[in-house]
């Protein structure tokens, strides 16, 4: 019983701190053709949240 204790602990504080994920409508996709990069966009705080190069 008492190794039930941390995991339903770490069960409860785990909830609180989990980002909340777009919506795919909210993301975009840039390929841009002379650098070849890609950048994944967050539309709704216009942001880019990735870049992928080369």
């Known amino acids: 019983m008492t ?3 941390p995991l339903l602990s770490l069960l409860l504080f785990s909830q609180s701190s989990v980002a909340e994920l777009p919506g795919a409508g909210e993301l975009g996709v840039i390929i841009e053709r002379e650098p070849a990069d890609v950048q994944i966009l967050y ?3 216009k ?3 990735s870049r992928i190069i080369g």
């Open 43 to 45: 539309t709704t705080s």
């Open 47 to 49: 942001s880019s949240l």
């Open 3 to 5: 190794h039930l204790i």
